[in-house]
């Protein structure tokens, strides 16, 4: 490691940088989310009028997005590093924002997945961009409350989308609305200014933005696949449990579910999954501070997922609706570890590679959600299970994989990032 001279001024936690990297993540997470919500009407209105195939179609199209997030998150990550923090900000905003407006007029499937690829690129700039310009601005007292607001803010971005959702009703609107909101980000980012870290790193004949880095010790190779896995289970719940949330109740044989519901049930379940996600963020990020300790914070909040989901299946085979929201916002709750998460990514790697660290591992953990599919269908549609037997399966894997990577990290609080790796 070599330290670099600091080279920026200090910031408040309520400083204008820390409020349009909040916003950013905000769009980013209203736009990520938004097709969970709008699904069964937008494939409806193009012409796909099966359960199956509204199922199977929408699992292809969020694949989509996530390939899209997976080289996105690698593209802006090096990007970020090479070029700067603020380049990230304003060309993954561009993209998300033109992808957006253009869902709103999609007529047939595959122009629909090609447009949710795009989006799904221009996306994964954002958050990774907005952490690592934080956590550099702010002292090291200060970050762990910087990156809670980011992420805190960010997450209510589903809660504004299923609102937008209610109240306007139209689909391709909603896309549109998305598109405006970038627009209106990209003017605010105009008077945020560069990280002095990266400055800082940019005058040394340190490589910057090199992949390959990562890969030249089995610690740091292990520490990165150790974020990358303990971030799936936050992702595997909103998947599994709020975003299709109508195919698992079916499983139940307990709900008889209307066209209507099917409609609601997804929009109300992200709302309330989020709206946890979100509580459980503030109390998660307190916790750490308090305790001083990330690694420990991050054990808690997966140990609590589990015994949310087993909450989650006790309440929902009452049969009740009211329940199933009632168990998801607790189960959300529970798993409410985002800002942590994203301040343990950025504050184990050096200033040199950080942006392509926090620019892809968000990116890969939300692009696992491919691989989360892939199983769900493996084991529903092959091996012929239930929608709860699959999503238990898969949730299974999922968790010991994240037990397994909380084991490679390294305690980050307090740490020192005036550093670059060699």
Known sequence: MENITKQHKTYTVFSMVVWVAALGNFVDTFDLLLFGMIRTQSLRDIGITTKEGIERIGLMLDNSQMIGMLIGGLFWGILGDKKGRISVLFGSIITYTIANICNGFVQDVHTYAGLRFVAGFGLAGELGAGVTLVNEVLSKEKRGYGTMLVASIGIMGAVFGGMV?????????CYFIGGGLGVILLFLRAGVIESGMFHAAKNTNVLKGNFKIIFKNKHRWQKYL?????GIPMWYVVQMYAK?????????????????????IPVNGIMLTYLGLTIGDFLCSWHSERIRNRKKAVLRSMCLTILGIALFFLLVMQGNINLYYIAILVLGTCAGYWAVFMSVAAESFGSNIRSTVTGTVPNFVRGAVVLVNLGYSIFKFDLHLTAVGANLAIGLIVFLCAFWGWTRLDETYGKDLNYMEE
Do not use: A, H
Request: aromatic share 14%; hydrophobic share 35%; proline share 3%.
């Open 244 to 264: 299709y949330s109508p195919e698992l109740l079916d499983s139940l044989g307990k709900y008889n579910l209307t066209d209507d519901l099917r409609k609601k």
């Open 165 to 173: 959702v209610k109240w306007v009703g139209n689909w391709r609107y």
């Open 226 to 230: 150790g974020l990358i896995l303990i």
